[in-house]
């Protein structure tokens, strides 16, 4: 199947793109290697601002400076992204660009299954080529029990995009060990802040941590924003991708 846009990531910006994307109408395909986790937050609660029209605004039912509570925004999250007809969410994992003449495709998953877009945007946060340590062992995950996987840095880097090095050191919660997850970045050079476009291929974007911008407030504007650019470049572009039925 065809889609208008696909998402590679369901933190919270691909979270807040793929609602903006779908409740513009467009066809919109999350795909992220996990579906328990998506809208993840590490503590239990935060004091967030809240925009409105976001995807946290009707998980909290409002907006303005609210405490968000982790596990009922995680429930929420699923619930109207499953509700949005026009969101068709994929648990799988990314692992290579397609592009033709130029111009992203798609992407291959990990599986095999090529998925057709004709905008793709990665919101792959602390996932590129991530290594959690706790304590003395390693393991490839962009956090505590959720699997990296380095297919999409591979072909990102065999494209040639250029990375730089980005590491985050967590104190333990509830008695469990401190860690530190280490991440590549996309280097400032291969993005534009007000596009948000990847300048390698036609129709690629990307957002939120997996270009360095940290932080939930952070993620929340970005996938909105991104969600407002990836529509305005589709319709911008109606008569070289007819939009989907
Ligand atoms: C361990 C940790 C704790 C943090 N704690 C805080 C905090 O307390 N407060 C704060 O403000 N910021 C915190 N940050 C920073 C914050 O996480 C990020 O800025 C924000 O969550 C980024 O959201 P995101 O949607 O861009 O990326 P992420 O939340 O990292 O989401 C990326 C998603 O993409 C998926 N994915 C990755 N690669 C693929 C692929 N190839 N195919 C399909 N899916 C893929 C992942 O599984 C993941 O679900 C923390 C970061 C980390 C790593």
């Not at 998402?7 to 409740?23: L, Q, S």
């Not at 299954?113 to 340590?133: D, K, M, N, Y």
């Not at 036609?202 to 970005?222: E, I, K, N, Q, S």
């Amino acid at each position: 199947m065809r889609h208008d846009v696909v998402i590679v990531g369901g933190g919270i910006t691909g979270c807040e793109a793929a609602y903006a994307t779908a409740r513009a109408g467009l066809r919109t395909l999350l795909v992220t290697t996990s579906l328990d986790t998506l809208y993840a937050l590490a503590h239990d609660s935060y004091e967030l601002a809240v925009p409105g029209g976001s995807l946290l605004a009707a998980c909290v039912g409002r907006s303005g400076a609210v405490r968000v509570r982790a596990p009922e925004v995680r429930r929420a999250a699923k619930r109207l992204l499953e509700a949005e007809p026009r969101v068709h969410l994929l648990q799988s994992t990314a692992s290579r660009l397609m592009v033709e003449n130029g111009v992203v495709a798609g992407v291959d998953t990990w599986e095999g299954i090529a998925r057709h877009g004709a905008l793709v945007a990665l919101c792959v946060g602390s996932f590129l080529g991530a290594r959690l340590t706790v304590g003395a062992s390693e393991e490839h995950a962009g956090r505590l029990s959720e699997m990296a996987y380095d297919d999409l840095l591979h072909d990102l880097a065999g494209r040639g995009f250029e990375f730089r090095h980005e590491e985050l050191a967590l104190d333990g919660l509830a008695g469990a060990l401190p860690y530190i997850v280490r991440f590549q970045v996309l280097a400032r050079g291969e993005w534009a802040e007000t596009t948000y476009r990847l300048g390698r291929s036609g129709g690629l974007y990307a957002a939120g941590a997996c270009v360095g911008r940290l932080g939930y407030a952070t993620a929340v504007t970005d996938g909105m924003a991104l969600g407002a650019v990836l529509v305005g470049a589709l319709s911008a572009s109606a008569e070289r991708w007819p939009r989907c039925p």
